[in-house]
């Protein structure tokens, strides 16, 4: 059989954002894909040279436009352990409540995507009309609707009042309403069912070796998810990491809408659980020494490299996002898939490609 | 938060042997990471076990900075030994999918290296 | 039944108000607290330069001597470090978002200068960055 090679974007009406895949085919079968990424490397960790380390949470920030919020937390923990700076409790609930309403939109966004991809239009844009509501909750809490900019280094930099949290709240129960009915389509209906059950099937011990993070192990089984260790105020709430056994696309989206849901519980019992003080310490002086903060984003495992040597700019600043960790998976399930398939395998990795090339 | 965070100072020729190790003890590779130090370029191998993050820290000197690949152990390591290669021009030996340098397109030759690094990098026709 | 999961929802929003708004016609609602234009009080402000220093991404220009206050608005990412920042509270965050700009200025503001002197023709300085 003779071999093509179909070269799968930087440009694609699935991708958001550039990559390419060379894809080399045998009549519609994938034999094997070549990543080419790189096409939005913009050198941010470089710029931590320039940059004081309080600005920088701005900058890290803006690595990525979903999951802004949490890349900026996760700086600042990494910055505040060097430190031995103690945040507030407050604090941390506050950025608990909003790394929560983060990832709500982010799979919200996600789930629009992959409903795009597969073709269902209208699923598309409820799913997108959901997400409009959680943005409306971030920009009355926080006042940007993707890059909150609350989060600096010592605590937060905006506080919700009593009457704000309980509009939240309210807010929150209609969404929740608004919701079960998407992703009830998302996981009931059959014509989506028979276009993901059983497309792309990733083993546990493979998605393992392979250094799967986030929905993508999760699916597989892996109950890995860097909540449990605690960081912010996820010590005190109770929670278990969503998995399912089937690896395959279906239990992607599977693990994703469970998420959605297990989010709303954690804002609910954040917020009943709140602290009053202060949301934020005087940080002074300069950090000297090295950490790795790691964190649960809505793709997975996010890794902050810091290492500072007393100056008030960074030595170092390395960011290993989740959808670099995902690639080396992608690769390994395009080989014997559908040509049409790739779509929804590019997919449901939830690529990001901002954050991957920073 | 605060967890514990170990690292091991290693040299390059025992990195693959210690790797494996850590593979058969079902350590998941985290991230591969550098950080250019002066005339030092510093690699961190950051494995995770339940929750635990082992870093293996490797020193090497700027100028000739060679290491071996890993990724016979671990596959997916050909993405950081790829971008360790094109940012900070640590050449990595043997990696599973070695993109020749055309990883990330930049247009400074391995702009996270060393400033004499970068410098020479014309001359030595990349 | 599966099959009419979506349909259900279909004929629910068949029958119901639009979930969007007729953009230009009907303006976004504002919400609270929304982080909009950098407001600029020229009658309180001290030209101390506090807020050039400050903001991270150099979208402020001041001249203490020819009391000047200018910013990018391009630049500004409205993240409100020169409001914390600044002692005479002149600076503010509205929550409106402007209109579309069309061309790369910088909004100049000049402030009552204390003796007559001829108007200065120089621009403010812009911070190299």
């Known amino acids: ?358 | 938060m605060s967890e514990a965070q170990t690292y091991l100072p290693l040299s390059p020729d025992a990195l693959v042997a210690k790797v494996r190790e850590l593979h058969a003890e079902g350590y998941r590779l985290v991230q591969i990471g550098a950080t250019t130090l002066g005339e030092t370029i510093e690699l961190n191998y950051s494995f995770d076990r339940a929750g635990t993050l082992l870093n293996l820290r490797l020193q090497l000197p700027a100028a000739a900075a060679h290491v071996p690949s890993i990724s016979s152990v671990y596959w997916c390591a050909f993405l950081y030994e790829n971008e360790i290669h094109d940012l900070f021009r640590v050449h990595v030996e043997g990696i599973a999918v070695d993109y020749q340098g055309k990883f990330y397109q930049t247009t400074v030759p391995f702009p996270f290296g060393t400033r004499a690094q970068t410098a020479a990098a014309p001359a030595a026709g990349n | 039944m599966a099959y009419f999961r979506m349909t259900q929802m279909a004929l629910k929003w068949a029958i119901s108000k639009p979930a969007t708004n007729p953009y230009p016609f009907a303006p976004r609602v504002i919400i609270p607290g929304s982080r909009g234009l950098l407001t600029f009080n020229k009658d309180t402000c001290v030209y101390c330069s506090v807020c050039r220093k400050k903001c991270p991404t150099g979208a402020i220009g001041v001249n203490r001597h020819q009391k000047k206050w200018a910013i990018d608005r391009l630049r500004c990412i409205s993240c409100g470090y020169c409001v914390e920042a600044c002692p005479k509270d002149s600076l503010a965050l509205s929550t409106s978002h402007g209109s579309p700009a069309v061309t790369k200025d910088r909004e100049i503001y000049q402030g009552e200068m204390p003796a007559p002197k001829a108007p200065a023709a120089a621009p403010a300085p812009v911070p190299a960055g």
């Open chain 1, 1 to 358: 059989m003779a071999r093509t090679v179909i070269p799968f974007g930087p440009q694609h009406p699935v991708l958001p954002e550039p990559i390419m895949l060379d894809l080399v085919v045998e009549d519609e079968k994938v034999v094997e894909a070549i990543p080419k990424i790189g096409f939005v490397h913009r050198g941010l960790e470089k710029l931590v040279e320039k940059k004081d380390f309080h600005e920088f949470v701005f900058v890290a920030e803006r690595v990525c436009g979903i999951c802004s919020f949490i890349h900026g937390q996760t700086y600042c923990q990494a910055v505040e352990q060097i430190m031995g700076v103690a945040v507030p409790p407050r604090a941390h609930y506050l950025r608990t409540i909003w790394g929560e309403l983060s990832r709500l939109h982010s799979h919200l966004l996600w789930l629009g995507l992959l409903a795009d991809g597969f073709g269902f239009e209208s699923l598309f844009m409820h799913s997108w009309r959901v997400r409009e509501k959680v943005l409306n909750i971030i920009e009355a809490t926080t006042g940007g609707r993707v890059i909150f900019g609350t989060c600096k280094v010592g605590g937060v930099r905006r506080d919700i009042d009593t009457a704000a949290m309980q509009s939240l709240l309210a807010q929150l129960a209609v969404i929740e309403k608004d919701m079960r009915e998407i992703v009830d389509v998302f996981l009931e209906d059959n014509s989506v069912k028979r276009r993901l059950c059983g497309v792309g099937v990733l083993a546990k011990d493979d998605a393992y070796q392979l250094g799967c993070v986030g929905p993508m192990a999760r699916a597989s089984g892996l109950t890995q998810d860097m909540r449990q260790l605690g960081y912010a105020a996820f010590g005190e709430l109770t929670f278990q990491p969503i998995t399912r056994p089937e690896g395959d696309s279906f239990a992607r989206c599977a693990v994703r809408c469970g998420e959605l849901f297990q989010s709303v519980d954690l804002i609910r019992q954040a917020a009943a659980r709140l602290p009053t003080g202060e949301i934020e310490v005087k940080v002074t002086g300069n950090p000297n020494g090295e950490f790795a903060a790691r964190t649960e984003q809505p793709r997975g495992e996010v890794v902050y490299y810091v290492k500072a040597n007393g100056t008030k700019n960074l030595q170092r600043f390395r960011v290993r996002t989740p959808t670099f960790a995902n690639i080396p998976a992608l690769v390994k399930l395009l080989p014997g898939c559908d040509l049409a398939d790739v779509p929804i395998l590019v997919l449901t990795i939830d690529p990001c490609i901002s954050c991957t090339e920073r």
